[in-house]
T-cell receptor
Framework: GIQVEQSPPDLILQEGANSTLRCNFS?????LQWFHQNPWGQLINLFY???GTKQNGRLSATTVATERYSLLYISSSQTTDSGVYFC???????????FGRGTSLIVHP | EPEVTQTPSHQVTQMGQEVILRCVPI?????FYWYRQILGQKVEFLVS????????KSEIFDDQFSVERPDGSNFTLKIRSTKLEDSAMYFC????????FGPGTRLTVL
């Protein structure tokens, strides 16, 4: 199956800082998504981004499908951004996404 | 905005007991999924369901597990005889292209 590597595994920021999270895939993927798992365990959709760039407020994401990676940018981080960020993607022809191990983000006030 | 719902939010059971976790997917979605997440670990795929039958399942989804769509709205996961290692968060999801996850059911097996 597809291998999904996320980096960094852990990240600690001061409020207001910017950060970039990365997701590498071992093979071409479709249905690439980014999720935020909040402290209550809920998985919140951030982006559905098989390719290209999208922005939503302070967050943006870029997927370079030909290079098999995706980046999530968080600007002006806030304490409410804390949690675990997962990327997930499925192999072509499949609707089954494989999740990475996540990046655990802590934003201090 | 339509959303996936799950009940109960938390289930505590004794080892060996049967549990049924319930999900209501988004109404116009055709693919449904169950995932689990053991505390502190990544989200793992269990099973996908399309056109009233299982389309894919993982190695985790053994004979202790079953899924059903008993009516036009509900989608259930049954664990026949729970084990301690079944303790996890169980997520239901549905998709058109983008997957939408429910809030999860935290299962604790004592």
């Amino acid at each position: 199956g597809i291998q999904v590597e996320q980096s960094p595994p852990d990240l600690i920021l001061q409020e207001g800082a910017n950060s970039t999270l990365r997701c590498n895939f071992s093979d071409s993927v479709n249905n690439l998504q980014w999720f935020h798992q909040n402290p209550w365990g809920q998985l919140i959709n951030l982006f559905y981004i098989p390719s290209g760039t999208k922005q939503n407020g302070r967050l943006s994401a870029t997927t370079v499908a030909t290079e098999r990676y995706s980046l999530l940018y968080i600007s002006s981080s806030q304490t409410t951004d804390s949690g675990v960020y997962f990327c997930a993607g499925g192999r072509r022809g499949s609707y089954i996404p494989t999740f990475g191990r996540g990046t655990s983000l802590i934003v201090h006030p | 905005e339509p959303e996936v719902t799950q009940t109960p939010s938390h289930q505590v059971t004794q080892m060996g007991q049967e549990v049924i976790l319930r999900c209501v997917p988004i109404s116009n979605h055709l693919y449904f999924y169950w995932y689990r997440q053991i505390l502190g670990q990544k989200v793992e795929f269990l099973v996908s369901f399309y056109n009233n039958e299982i389309s894919e399942k993982s190695e985790i989804f053994d004979d202790q597990f079953s899924v059903e769509r008993p009516d036009g709205s509900n989608f259930t996961l049954k664990i026949r005889s729970t084990k301690l290692e079944d303790s996890a968060m169980y997520f239901c999801a549905s998709t058109a292209d983008e997957q939408f996850f429910g809030p999860g059911t935290r299962l604790t097996v004592l």
